[in-house]
């Protein structure tokens, strides 16, 4: 490195007018301003005319409006953005330690959790400075601590928690035991729950999960936009998926607010992705379909599955996780009925990167029974980009046919699969 091309003002000045540690320390300044340019991250930025924006994050502004890129760099409306991804790193995976699952789908890792009256109490790295945050009982769908000792699949049973319907609170024991009541009250080291009008304690210790009446459930959406926020950080306390009903953001530090009040605040480098809901677009898994067809290869049925592998896996691509999509089997079609106004279809398909790894299918999209798109995929495509128009549609199917092999491993995701106006 040329010093004296790098700091400014200083290009007359000899090293040895300086003291030993004057120059150590103006040394030691450009070496980490240098190290902080090189590292600085690059997002990108699809927008609903297909556009993908590249550049390092300026500003993001309170009607969701973005701006990226050197110099004056490019800005693009809030109605515009679809999603704000990291361009060098993978969706990461979603926690697997102690976390909330929201009924929204949302994933919020916590330390010191409490239940105090109807409100869940804790602290998160990101949220409220670091002091205790909360949120209402009512917007919980599983407390998640660990799997049960003799449960080899901790992240089907999660996926299975989340989707189930349960007209009481079901308490799941480390040791593989299952009580069934309503929960009274948590804290770091007791969980109260009274079954059939008698209170149980049970040792934090002792737990796995709880996973709560659904019939009570809240989801907290938001009636105009909003966004998750998918955090990089998977230490403790940290990290996960959060929705945002506002947010603002320079070129350092993102703020907002979540679906459930407390404040946000997270460094720029431990985003990413920023995925856009309710705005411009719809996600297929958000919709009703019109018509399921299974034609199995020998005797197994496969239902098509939303926001999860048709193998209650999470959707894995390319080494990422997503939190939206279809997942189907083959030999399938399945097909929605298309609202007026819908530009383009678009997805990243491909065979799941550990349910489909050595499967090998054919992939097809219909516009009212047309092809747009037919092409043979095996596990070695990684995701596909498929970008495709919908203009005048009213009919959309995606087919997942058998490839080479048969039905063997053929998990195809259609992850982020969405229609956009």
Do not use: C
């Not at 938001?222 to 998918?230: D, I, M, Q, S």
């Not at 049925?301 to 894995?316: E, K, Q, R, Y």
């Not at 398909?349 to 047309?370: E, F, I, M, P, S």
């Amino acid at each position: 490195m040329d010093f004296f091309a790098t700091v400014k003002g200083v290009t007359a000045i000899s090293w040895r007018h300086l003291g030993p540690l004057t120059s150590l320390a103006l040394l030691l300044a450009v070496s980490a301003s240098a190290g902080q340019t090189a590292t600085t991250p690059v997002f990108a930025v699809r927008t609903a005319h297909g556009a993908l924006v590249k550049g390092n994050w300026r500003q993001l502004q309170s009607d969701w409006s973005v701006h990226v890129g050197e110099g004056e760099g490019t800005r693009i409306p809030g109605t515009e953005v679809l999603s704000v991804r990291r361009v060098d790193v993978p969706l990461p995976p979603l926690p697997t330690d102690n976390h909330l699952i929201l009924a929204n789908g949302d994933r919020v890792p916590f330390r010191d959790l409490r239940l105090v009256g109807e409100k869940f109490r804790f602290h998160h790295a990101n949220l409220e400075e670091g002091k205790e945050a909360s949120l209402p009982l009512s917007a919980v769908s599983v407390l998640w601590y660990t799997a049960p000792d003799k449960d080899l699949d901790a992240e089907k049973l999660r996926r299975r928690l989340f989707t189930a319907t349960r007209t009481r609170d079901t308490v799941g024991l480390r040791n593989g035991d299952v009580v069934t009541g309503v929960l009274v009250g948590v804290d770091g080291d007791n969980a109260v729950v009274e079954v059939e009008k008698r209170q149980m304690t049970v040792k934090v210790p002792q737990l796995a999960y709880i996973a709560f009446n659904t019939e009570l459930a809240d989801t907290l959406r938001p009636k105009g936009t909003y966004a998750r926020l998918v955090l990089r950080d998977t230490r403790p306390g940290r990290g996960g998926r959060l929705s945002l009903t506002s947010v603002s953001a320079d070129e350092t530090v993102l703020l907002g607010t979540t679906v459930f009040g407390a404040r946000l605040r997270v460094p720029l480098g431990d985003i990413a992705a920023l995925e856009m809901y309710q705005n411009n677009s719809i996600y297929l898994s958000d919709l009703k379909e019109n018509k399921y067809v299974f034609e199995p290869f020998l005797d197994a049925m496969w239902p098509f599955t939303l926001d999860s592998n048709v193998a209650g896996h999470d959707l894995l691509l390319a080494g990422s996780t997503y939190d939206k999509g279809v997942s189907m089997h083959s030999h399938s079609r399945l097909t929605y009925r298309l609202s007026a106004g819908f530009r383009r279809f678009e997805a990243m398909a491909g065979l799941d990167d550990k349910d489909g790894q050595g499967g090998a299918v054919r992939l097809r999209v219909l516009a009212d029974g047309v092809a747009l798109l037919d092409r043979a995929l095996t596990s070695q495509d990684g995701a596909v980009p498929i970008r495709l128009n919908v203009k005048d549609v009213r009919e959309l199917t995606l087919e997942v046919d058998f490839g080479r092999g048969g039905d063997v491993r053929d998990v195809v995701n259609w992850a982020d699969a969405r229609l956009v106006k």
